[in-house]
Every structure is written in C-alpha cells, then in structure tokens.
C-alpha cells in the first residue's frame, strides 16, 4: 500500500504561480511513476502529467503543457507540481496518484491509476 497526501493548494490570481507537493509513504516511490489528476466541480478526473521512475520522461495534458512541470525527488519519497502562470479553468482539486504497477506506459484514463491522494484545493480567480 502507497499513502499519498497532497499540499500546496490555495487561492490565487490567475497569472499566479502555485506548487504542489506529494509525500508518499508506505513504500518508497523510486520504482513507480507517479502522476496528478484534477476534478473540477461538475467534471469528470482529468489527466495533468505523470513522470517516470528516474524523472527522465514525463507527459502533459494539452491544456497544460508549457506551464506546468512535474518533478520528483525520490531521496525525499515526494512529488511535485509547478504551475505557472495559471488560469481560471485551472480551478480543481488536484490529486497525486500512482499507475497501475507503477507503470510510466499506462494511459490518461483515471481507471488506470490504482492510489489516489486525498487532493488538495487550487482556486484560481481572474
């Protein structure tokens, strides 16, 4: 079992910057990919990003490529995300998750990520 708890959300303008944290325990995260997810209110869980093992690969959303990164620090069993120059529909609950087997190669369907943080709020207002 992964337990994943996300921090970092919060309030602020569109143009902001914000950075997402996600510490992991349970089990040391050097062998999985790791990734976020977000739901905004009324939609369905939407892919942000995932990272390999080593941090070498990563992928994006459309909506979010050029501003956001993902980043690990295995040493530290954590997960970071940070957004820049972030827009009102950026608005969500943003969730730090783990792929099926911890395998980089899965899909952008949530079904395929089997642990889930608790999430953490970002509100952007414009």
């Known amino acids: 079992q992964v337990q994943l708890v996300e921090s970092g959300g919060g309030l602020v303008q569109a143009g902001g910057s914000l950075r997402l944290s996600c510490a992991a325990s349970?089990?040391?995260?050097?062998?999985?990919?790791m990734g976020w997810f977000r739901q905004a209110p009324g939609k369905e869980r939407e892919f942000v990003a995932r990272?390999?093992?080593?941090?070498?690969?990563?992928r994006y959303a459309d909506s979010v490529k050029g501003r956001f990164t993902i980043s690990r620090d295995n040493a530290k069993n954590t997960v970071y995300l940070q957004m820049n120059n972030l827009k009102p529909e950026d608005t969500a609950v943003y969730y730090c998750?783990?792929?099926?087997?911890?395998?980089?190669?899965?899909?952008?369907?949530?079904?395929?990520?089997?642990?889930w943080g608790q999430g953490t709020q970002v509100t952007v207002s414009s």
């Open positions: 998750v783990v792929p099926r087997s911890g395998n980089y190669y899965v899909g952008t369907s949530s079904s395929f990520y089997d642990y």
């Open positions: 349970g089990r040391t995260i050097s062998s999985y990919a």
């Open positions: 990272i390999s093992t080593s941090g070498g690969s990563t």
